[in-house]
């Protein structure tokens, strides 16, 4: 499934693709297993699908409360920090 048929999905669509994806993982590695699965790569593609959706709610996850106007507090920026006062001064 490509990332913008993923994104078109509504949240519940999106819910129960990943469910199936995940009982389809688990069936190929039982099958792989079991010596029945002809293409190993299926796992591959499933496992790839699988973290495209995944990612996808983390998108909307993070991008939530900003695109509603929410009041939740941001920590601001992730990275290295501006030295404090004290550090400049002995510089």
């Known amino acids: 499934m490509r990332p913008a048929e993923i994104r078109a999905l509504s949240a519940a669509d999106l819910a129960k693709q990943l469910e199936e994806a995940h009982r389809e993982l688990f069936n190929l590695r039982f099958r792989l297993k079991t010596r029945q699965l002809s293409n190993p790569r299926e796992l591959g593609k499933v496992r790839r699908n699988i973290a495209r959706m995944e990612t996808v709610l983390r998108e909307r996850e993070l991008a939530g409360p900003s695109s509603s106007g929410g009041t939740g507090t941001s920590a601001g920026p992730v990275g290295p ?5 004290d550090e400049a001064d002995k510089a």
């Open 81 to 85: 920090q501006a030295p404090a006062a």
